[in-house]
């Protein structure tokens, strides 16, 4: 476990290969049947509807959606209206072991990445409460991960993340701005397509 203090902000750590590769089998297969049932959507910005470049699902009580009226956590699907499945009993396991002091999570957001996908400098902010971590699972391809500080215009730190990577994003680093540049072709064998998975568990309200 590493902490990384970013613009001298607290309460980010960094956990290389947290899932070795047959746990990143394992929870892959379990994504794989969560997106079956919860297909992947392409979000778009609020009032602008331009699309995100990345497209998303959930699996937890609630998922995150963002769409031409805004961002916000529902129980279901935008396109098919069902509950998002449930959160997998390895990610709920990582939740106890580094964010222990929360409670338990209530969402789990999965972003997808392609080749060219890209994630914007932004906060994460749409929960009602900040003292819980947002925990972090990369899989497959590397990506360029951009940390900065509480205002946009702070300096920023670039990190690689690959496949098995945990971070944890609690303390004065929830609320950093982040943003994903790119992701590297060809860095993992994981996914056969290449491309990225993120999972970030969430504790959206609270207890
Ligand atoms: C640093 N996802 O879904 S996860 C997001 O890799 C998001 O898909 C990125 O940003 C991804 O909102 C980065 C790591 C992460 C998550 C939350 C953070 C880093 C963070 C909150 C504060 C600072
Ligand atoms: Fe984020």
């Known amino acids: 476990m590493q902490d990384i203090p970013i613009n001298g902000l607290n309460g980010l750590s960094y956990l290389p290969s947290y899932f070795d590769r047959a746990g990143q089998d394992q929870l892959l297969d379990q994504i794989r049947a969560i997106v079956a049932e919860a297909p992947l959507f392409q979000p778009v910005m609020p009032k602008t509807g331009k699309p995100f470049s990345v497209r998303m699902s959930n699996c937890g009580r609630l998922g995150w959606v963002s769409d031409i009226r805004g961002y916000r956590y529902q129980p279901q699907h935008p396109e098919t209206g069902l509950p998002w499945p449930p959160i997998p009993d390895a990610l709920t396991r990582l939740w106890a072991e580094v964010a222990a002091a929360a409670p338990p999570p209530e969402a789990c957001l999965i972003n997808y990445y392609d080749q060219g996908a890209r994630m914007g400098l932004h906060q994460d902010r749409d929960e009602q409460m900040f003292d819980a ?32 990577d945990v971070v944890v994003l609690g303390g004065e680093a929830r609320l950093a701005f982040h943003g994903i540049d790119r992701v590297l072709a060809g860095t993992s064998t994981l996914l056969k397509n290449g491309g990225r998975i993120n999972l970030t568990l969430r504790r959206v309200n609270p207890a």
Not at 137 to 146: E, I, K, M
Not at 153 to 162: C, E, G, V, Y
Request: proline residues 6%; hydrophobic residues 30%; without cysteine.
């Open 133 to 164: 971590p947002v925990v972090s699972v990369s899989l497959g391809d590397t990506a360029t991960f951009r940390v900065g500080g509480l205002s946009r215009k702070d300096p920023t730190k670039s990190f690689r993340l690959q496949s098995g």
